[in-house]
């Protein structure tokens, strides 16, 4: 069955090529799609395209067919293009010529468009859920661990004393900035492309308000064919927000692998997060973290690959876009699997409390003598050109001790405020008013 088909048929190995894993896309669409129906037709019946006995008849049969998709058991048919197909089928198998009605005033155009965003939005609820709590658990380890030293590195030299306090309150930022993203990748996509139909609006006197409000958005798309050009450029942004989420924690998976070598000794990972060899007794690889870094990166290619799809393609609906779900749909499964196992294994790792007892060490408190020097009178240039020169000459001691108290340093790591700049951005998200309008609309049903 395909909405569009009349008297001819298309060419079987034209069809295959044409539809591609699209369909397989599409099974993570259904609810979406349906939900979106659902708001559709009563907004039909408001402006009088269905009757009322129609509408509660259809929309008690939706109410089935989504609950079928959230339980992971809707199928789309062989032979059905696509879940918007399949749905109306179903409709038409049931209830006859009042599933062939919930059509109007829409086009499959504006119906996917709908279902991206429905599907983005929830899939960033479940992605600024994990984002928090692996924030949560890298600021409880520098809590934890704020007095534990450790050597900063700048060129991958020793540089300055740092701390794991510092070291995991870092990544917790970043992850707090990735969230800042998210959010603005939230807000584009919180807007409702429903009744753009093909592009160019309709003739029907559809209340766009209504569905808006009915599926929670934030506000309409209001030109209907920048509605349309919202398509790929949606996933384009939200795209964004993935790749510096795993930037930021292929970053940490470098950090980890690095700091659990034998020749660093900073960090010991979990064993049961390491593998064996098959020929070295004594070997722990920190692989998971390996290919944490590795999905990471491949998803921080994900921008540039939803570009060269989209790039150069003029307004107006153009098949090129379904391509946009197959890399973009996985994206979010595949970062979530990431930040799942980074918490468990952040949450779990063991440092080591000595490190700086090796003497390799020593001189980087070279810093901390310069300006001890300054504090007691010294002019800086003179004080760094006395303590240089004692480390020429082999004669530089220190207490190995630091005295950092300003904002965001050793000794006032501002955690905090990190916590609090989190959650101020977690609630503009707002998903309360999401969840209350999807369930308000499942619940509309007598």
């Known amino acids: ?36 129906s659902m708001a559709h037709i009563t907004m039909l019946e408001s402006i009088g395209l269905l009757a009322g006995d129609e509408l509660s008849i ?46 109007s005033g829409r086009s499959r155009n504006d119906q996917v468009l709908v279902d991206l965003k429905l599907f983005a939005r929830d899939r960033i609820h479940v992605l600024v859920d994990s984002v928090s709590a692996l924030i949560d658990v890298l600021i409880s380890q520098s809590e934890k661990y704020k007095d534990v030293l450790m050597p900063g590195y700048t060129h991958l030299q020793i540089a300055m004393p740092s701390s794991f306090g510092l070291w995991f309150g870092a990544y917790a930022e970043s992850l707090v900035d990735d969230l800042q993203l998210l959010l603005a990748a939230y807000k584009i996509c919180n807007r409702n492309p429903l009744g753009s139909a093909a592009g160019y609006g309709s003739s ?38 993935i790749a510096s989420i795993a930037g930021t924690l292929s970053k940490l998976s470098y950090d980890a692998c690095l700091y659990n070598s034998q020749n660093f000794g900073f960090i010991k990972l979990a064993d049961e997060y390491t593998t064996g060899s098959s020929i070295m007794p004594h070997k722990k690889n920190p692989d998971v973290f390996e290919l944490t870094r590795a999905k990471c990166n491949k998803l921080q290619a994900l921008p540039n690959d939803i570009t060269l799809i989209m790039n150069n393609l003029p307004s107006g609906y153009f098949r090129d876009l379904q391509m946009i779900k197959e890399l973009f749909i996985p994206s979010f499964e595949e970062i979530n699997d990431c930040l799942h196992m980074v918490t ?20 980087i408190f070279s810093v901390e003598e310069v300006n001890r020097l300054v504090l007691e009178g010294t002019p800086f240039r003179e004080a760094y050109k006395q303590v240089g020169l004692n480390i020429e000459k082999g004669d530089f001691s220190h207490d190995r001790k630091v005295r950092h108290t300003h904002q965001g340093s050793i000794g006032n790591l501002y955690n905090g405020h990190i916590d609090l700049l989190k959650q101020q951005i977690i609630d503009q998200f707002d998903f309360d008013k999401v969840m209350s309008a ?7 049903i007598n």
Request: hydrophobic share 40%; net charge negative.
């Open 344 to 363: 468990r294994m952040m949450n779990e790792v063991k440092i080591n409390e000595n490190i700086l007892d090796d003497p390799k060490y020593l001189l």
């Open 204 to 241: 029907f006197p559809l209340d766009r308000q209504m569905t808006t409000d009915l599926l929670g958005f934030d506000s309409m798309n209001y030109n209907a064919v920048y509605a349309q050009m919202g398509r790929g450029k949606m996933e384009h942004t939200v795209s964004f927000a």
């Open 1 to 36: 069955m395909k909405l569009w088909e009349k008297s001819v048929q298309v060419n079987k190995d034209v069809e295959s090529y044409t539809i591609g894993r699209d369909r397989c896309m599409d099974i993570y669409l259904a609810p979406y799609d349906i939900l979106g």
């Open 58 to 103: 259809l929309l008690k049969e939706l109410k089935a067919i989504y609950q079928i998709a959230v339980e992971g058991a809707f199928e789309i048919e062989e032979g059905i293009e696509d879940v918007h197909s399949q749905v109306e089928l179903m409709l038409v198998r049931k209830l006859g010529d009042a599933g062939k009605k919930i059509h």
């Open 438 to 444: 999807e369930q308000a609309l499942l619940d509309s």
